[in-house]
């Protein structure tokens, strides 16, 4: 009778797979960390909103229910390559949101392009033909998506900067919102990249009849141009009481 001895060091199947299946284990744990991760992110991301958006012309329109012939409207001026618009849409993301929602302001967003200088493919261009896209969707799904993706951009503003987002990336974001295919398409597609132009010139024109001439943000109440105070807290100082 022939005895095999096995060597200390060898180690049999049941160590084998007990090491797979670790490593299994937190392939799992680490994939819900990321996807648990990345879902709080964009839920993060997402505003509920109660107002309709439309847009006419040179200007997207937010409007709730309750306003009425009597609800102040703003004009607000902005660029998406234009840092203090960054910082403005961040401090009254919530406060805008909640006066529109609640009828007690109307507001007119009136894109501008001029940050792209005569770059007719820049991230202000990009940036406005994706959100034309968001607000031109008619599916059900892309109700509010316009405002956030107009959010989503100027908190992207440094990496979109950065890295020169093509229109892949801007679909992809709004696809992390949620978005329709519809929209996603014509994001990706750059459906709406000739109309740009033309509205960013036409906002620029209503300020160049300005002392200031064109610059961003701005903000028009009923038609006058008012300041905007360093505490940025201009819609709780002009909607309807």
């Not at 744990?29 to 847009?55: H, L, P």
Request: glycine share 8%; with cysteine; hydrophobic share 40%.
């Amino acid at each position: 009778m022939s005895t095999t001895v096995k060597s200390p060091n060898e180690k049999g199947n049941g160590f084998l797979w007990a090491v797979v299946g670790i490593v299994v284990i937190a392939a799992v744990v680490v994939g819900y960390i990321v996807i648990n991760g990345q879902n709080s992110k964009r839920e993060a991301m997402i505003d509920e909103v109660a107002f309709s958006t439309e847009w006419d012309g040179n200007k997207i329109t937010l409007k709730g229910e309750g306003a009425d012939e009597s609800t102040p409207v703003a004009d607000l001026y902005e660029d998406f390559s234009c840092p203090h618009c960054a910082v403005l849409a961040e401090a009254d993301r919530e406060d805008m949101r909640e006066a529109v929602s609640n009828g007690e302001l109307v507001v007119n967003i009136r894109p501008l392009v001029f940050m792209d200088r005569e770059q007719k493919d820049g991230n202000s261009h990009r940036g406005l033909a994706a959100a034309l896209a968001a607000v031109a969707s008619q599916d059900d799904a892309d109700k509010g998506l316009y405002w956030n993706l107009r959010n989503y951009i100027f908190e992207s503003q440094n990496d979109i900067y950065s890295t020169n987002w093509d229109y892949e990336k801007y679909a992809e974001a709004a696809k992390e919102l949620g978005a329709s295919e519809e929209a996603v398409s014509a994001i990706r597609e750059g459906k709406y990249e000739q109309q740009v132009e033309e509205i960013g010139a036409a906002n620029a024109a209503e300020l160049e009849k300005t002392e200031s001439g064109v610059s961003s943000p701005r903000i028009f109440i009923n038609g006058e141009e008012k300041e905007l105070g360093s505490d940025m807290d201009w819609v709780n100082e002009y909607k309807a009481k």
